[in-house]
């Protein structure tokens, strides 16, 4: 089983089956059979060509969008006041030492 969240209430096998009985009662909700899930298509076969294309290209990936810039991941030793400081600026604080190095090269050009 996997891990469940904080808070998650499992019901009890008295309110499983009042809950099962709700369901049973509701003729909109109807447990599917292995004879509909034999029956059962994929979508690409089930739409038109056309609309399941449609369909498709309304799927939008999950998480964050990909940056342009891609950052490069490194371990770096720094002065425990330093990183201290940082951190205590809360979320985004990588940006912001990403953004002092920036401008620090800004302002003092270093010969390649």
């Known amino acids: 089983m996997p891990k469940l969240k904080p808070g998650t209430i499992i019901p ?4 499983t089956a009042f809950i099962n009985a709700g369901i049973a009662a509701d003729v909109d909700a109807r447990e599917l059979g292995s ?5 059962a298509k994929p979508a690409s076969e089930a739409f038109e060509p056309k609309t399941y294309a449609a369909l498709v290209a309304m799927k939008r990936p999950r998480g964050r969008p990909k940056s342009q810039e891609t ?9 425990a006041d330093l990183l201290e400081t940082f ?9 912001r030492v990403n953004a002092a190095l920036r401008q620090f090269i800004t302002e003092h050009p270093m010969g390649h």
């Not at 004879?35 to 029956?39: D, F, K």
């Not at 991941?73 to 720094?78: C, E, M, P, V």
């Open 12 to 15: 009890k096998s008295n309110e």
């Open 71 to 79: 950052k490069v991941f490194t371990a770096i030793r720094l002065d």
């Open 87 to 95: 951190k205590a600026t809360g979320k985004g604080w990588q940006t």
């Open 35 to 39: 004879e509909w899930h034999e029956g």
